[in-house]
């Protein structure tokens, strides 16, 4: 069966500082990969989605980046941190036109 | 893009009662319409589904209805219990690579 697994579970970083959040999928192959963020415990923002290796769209200039170095693999990256990048982040894959997207269970992300 | 609106942005309903969530989309390409629940601290899981060709679908409590014409689709939930609460999200699949619009969400909340 598919499984997602996305790390750290909570992550408390310094203004300034940089940041990597790893998101891996088991049990299918070529998915579409998500990040999305909820600021305020609601709305689901989309950050960046990849549909193959190297290939990333991004929905909001920001001071974000993703990288896909394997098929499975999704990270996301920053070199520093602002407050405002504080917030719950989670991971996503689906299979392409097939069924929903499958959530992992977040990254919770205070700047301090 | 598809755009997908959802009302009400909060609910609360005594225990044992029914709940109605209802989203609207734009895109009349769109075929397919998941619901979410996201309980606190957690990502969003799936919690029914349907397609362009079904008019309703029924899970035990749980019900979504379709208008295509309309372009809306609803989520019931009948004999509300307390562990019903948390925030619901639809979405639409859009023409575009199967990606998924969400609504805003909902916070359900069930008074015992």
């Known amino acids: 069966s598919q499984t997602i697994h996305q790390w750290p579970a909570t992550l408390v970083q310094p203004v300034g500082s940089p940041l990597s959040l790893e998101c891996t999928v088991e049990?299918?192959?070529?998915?579409?990969l998500y990040w999305y963020r909820q600021a305020a415990g609601r709305g689901l923002q989309l950050l960046f989605y990849?549909?193959?290796?190297?290939?990333i769209s991004s929905e909001v200039p920001q001071n974000l980046s993703a990288s896909r170095p394997q098929d499975r693999q999704f990270i996301l990256s920053s070199k520093k941190l602002l407050l405002s990048d504080s917030g719950f982040y989670l991971c996503?894959?689906?299979?392409?036109?097939?069924?929903?997207?499958?959530f992992g269970s977040g990254t919770r992300l205070t700047v301090v | 893009g598809e755009n997908v609106e959802q009302h009400p942005s909060t609910l609360s309903v005594q225990e044992g009662d029914s709940a109605v969530i209802k989203c609207t989309y734009s895109?009349?390409?769109?075929?397919?319409f998941p619901w979410y629940k996201q309980e606190l601290g957690k990502g969003p899981q799936l919690i029914i589904d349907?397609?362009?060709?079904?008019g309703e679908k029924k899970d035990q409590r749980i019900a979504v209805t379709l208008n295509k014409t309309a372009k809306h689709f609803s989520l019931h939930i009948t004999e509300t219990q307390p562990e019903d609460s948390a925030v619901y999200f639809c979405?639409?699949?859009?023409?575009?690579?199967?990606?998924?619009?969400f609504g805003r969400g909902t916070q359900l909340t069930v008074w015992p």
């Open positions: 979405a639409a699949r859009g023409s575009t690579l199967g990606r998924l619009y």
């Open positions: 349907i397609r362009s060709n079904v």
């Open positions: 990849s549909v193959g290796i190297g290939q």
């Open positions: 895109d009349s390409a769109s075929n397919y």
């Open positions: 049990g299918t192959s070529n998915p579409n």
């Open positions: 996503a894959w689906s299979v392409l036109r097939v069924y929903g997207y499958t």
